[in-house]
T-cell receptor
């Protein structure tokens, strides 16, 4: 059974407008949740992570995400998109039932930013 | 620190040949991960090590794949014999121990093409 679902495979936004990337997870226990970004031909870079502390998590480059247990969601937002935000974004979950290092990646959301 | 180093960056080989991918993790990191990324299957965890010991290899597709970590600064992923369906980008990532064991640092990847 899939543990993490990214609801949009592609998102297109205009520069300066808000960005919303949606992620839902399934877990019987409190999960650890992450967002990573991958720019073309590059490795993945951590944007932010939630590990049972504050439910609103702030990351790098102006991104933030809110953990909502009742909705099993961990959506990523940014108030104003920049051209450099064009990349692929991955929601990642680690559940307590898996071995510690078994991070499960969503299918990814490709973000396009138009001028 | 130079980050996670992978070599080669690109590999083109013919079906049936042996392929060896190499990874040097960030110094001091206790965990090392091998991932495979394809359009069809997304990002998949193949295996991970803790203190040079393989912990979970349930993602290794079949016996043609093997991974070793002879010391804390070097790991290899070997495919023998290679097949066209092994064509993918292979990422190595490393992760420190406490207090931030969750954060993974990815290398730039090795793009493998099997003809």
């Amino acid at each position: 059974a899939q543990s993490v679902t990214q609801l949009d495979s592609h998102v297109s936004v205009s520069e300066g407008t808000p960005v919303l990337l949606r992620c839902n997870y399934s877990s019987s226990y409190s999960p650890s949740l992450f967002w990573y970004v991958q720019h073309p031909n590059k490795g993945l870079q951590l944007l932010l992570k939630y590990t049972s502390a504050a439910t609103l998590v702030k990351g790098i480059n102006g991104f933030e995400a809110e953990f909502k247990k009742s909705e099993t969601s961990f959506h990523l937002t940014k108030p104003s998109a920049h051209m450099s935000d064009a990349a692929e974004y991955f929601c990642v979950v680690r559940t307590a039932t898996d071995s510690w290092g078994k991070f499960q990646f969503g299918a990814g959301t490709q973000v396009v930013v138009t001028p | 620190d130079a980050g996670v180093i992978q070599s080669p960056r690109h590999e083109v080989t013919e079906m049936g040949q042996e392929v060896t991918l190499r990874c040097k993790p960030i110094s001091g990191h206790d965990y090392l991960f091998w991932y495979r990324q394809t359009m069809m299957r997304g990002l998949e965890l193949l295996i991970y090590f803790n203190n040079n010991v393989p912990i979970d290899d349930s993602g290794m597709p079949e016996d043609r794949f093997s991974a070793k970590m002879p010391n804390a600064s070097f790991s290899t992923l070997k495919i023998q014999p290679s097949e066209p369906r092994d064509s993918a980008v292979y990422f190595c990532a490393s992760s420190p121990g406490p207090p931030n064991p969750d954060t993974q640092y990815f290398g730039p990847g090795t793009r493998l093409t099997v003809l």
